[in-house]
């Protein structure tokens, strides 16, 4: 009894210590979601040029979500006509280069990490975008294409169909500040949370339950923790796989990162292992749905070097520089609430996501909830909806 409260104290510490970085990441997201339609997304995703590509990047960092509505709004942009390369850099970038997740590195594990997924995940982009121009063909594209026009359900399908932007004209600002802006942030924000937290409360109790009964010798064995070359070449080639067997999407494997750092991961393994989330093995199972066998093989390959590849140059460049941190400064938060920063935070946080949850339960928020897991077809029967709120 007594070890199953120990993880539990730990996972609600880890859980209070993030809270508001998650409200702040989520309502930033909406925001741009709200003014932001799909339609000018798709139309600036059509080729693999750098260009299109940083583009892709940057639209993907400001509709941060969920690995799964990620993976799935992925398929949308590429069924629309986005290109397959460009709709890969959008699905990375909008799980791995986002502020929520940046926020949360930097309170668990300090601003070097936020630094190196920020770099990491760039160059992640730029060597996937040479692999895929040096062994995607063309033939491949085609077949996942078809296979993405059959429209096989995966997760948070729903989700991922909706748009929830702002309908009428108008300047960036007078849209977000008009009545339709506020619910549409607000309905924005909620399906976020609705997508994520299941991921986020099991990544939670995965690192409490490791944190609380794994021995840190356990990993230090694993991760060559004491043989500075060996453990540098082992951990990014790791990590991933880790990851891929742990099940757990963006944000909610940051706490478990935490965990294997102290035990003796690698700094370029941590890199790697948070980028990994897009391989766990509930998303390759989608991957294969979406776009067929032998592409989910292909993004399982390319991306997998992509990874180990951006963890190594992470490792030698943030080393070389002397940006590594001590191992010893990381904690695993177990100390529950104190009166300090996070919990006015927290509060001044959780006061913004009350007057949005409420918003959103006024403007027939809730038949949204249950079209969520819907199939691909749900753009038409979310369009219906629309039309008949305004």
Not at 40 to 50: C, I
Not at 277 to 293: C, M, S
Request: proline share 3%; charged share 15%.
């Amino acid at each position: 009894m007594h070890a199953i409260l120990h993880a539990l104290s730990i996972t609600g510490s880890m859980a209070w210590e993030i809270a508001w970085a998650l409200v702040l990441g989520f309502a930033l997201s909406a925001v741009v979601q709200a003014v932001v339609r799909k339609s000018t997304v798709v139309s600036l995703l059509g080729d693999d040029r750098p260009r299109t590509l940083a583009t892709a990047t940057g639209l993907g960092i400001a509709s941060s979500s969920c690995s799964y509505a990620a993976v799935a709004l992925a398929r949308s942009l590429f069924r629309k006509g986005a290109d397959f390369t460009a709709a890969m850099a959008f699905e990375i970038a909008s799980t791995n280069l986002v502020v929520e997740l940046g926020v949360i590195l930097a309170l668990l594990m300090g601003w070097q990490f936020t630094a190196a997924e920020f770099t990491g995940g760039a160059l992640m982009i730029i060597v996937l975008a040479v692999l895929f121009r040096l062994f995607l063909r063309d033939r491949l594209v085609r077949g996942a294409r078809e296979q993405a026009e059959r429209g096989v359900a995966g997760s948070m399908e729903g989700h991922a169909a909706m748009d929830m932007s702002v309908q009428r004209e108008g300047s960036f600002a007078r849209r977000l500040f008009s009545r339709d802006g506020f619910t549409s942030v607000s309905h924005v924000f909620v399906m976020e949370w609705a997508a994520i937290l299941r991921d986020l409360v099991i990544g939670l109790l995965i690192a409490g339950a490791i944190a609380a009964w794994v021995p840190d010798s356990f990993w230090s064995t694993f991760f060559f923790d004491g043989h500075p070359l060996a453990s540098k070449l082992w951990g990014p080639a790791i990590g991933p796989l880790v990851a891929i067997a742990s099940f757990v999407c963006s944000v909610g494997n940051v706490p478990l990162a935490v965990v294997l750092w102290k035990g003796g991961i690698s700094f370029g393994g941590v890199v790697a292992f948070l980028f990994a989330d897009l391989l766990i093995l509930p998303i390759l199972n989608i991957y294969r749905k979406y776009y067929g066998t032998r592409m989910a093989l292909f993004v399982l390959g390319t991306f997998y070097a992509a990874m180990v590849l951006a963890g190594y140059v992470v490792e030698f460049v943030f080393g070389g520089l002397g940006l590594v941190p001590d191992r010893a400064h990381a904690t695993v938060p177990d100390s529950g609430v104190s009166w300090n920063y996070t919990t006015w935070l927290n509060i001044a946080f959780f006061t913004l996501a009350a007057a949005l949850v409420t918003r959103f339960v006024r403007t027939g928020g809730r038949s949204m909830l249950g079209m969520m897991g819907g199939g691909p077809g749900a753009e038409d029967d979310q369009e219906r909806s629309d039309h008949s709120h305004h």
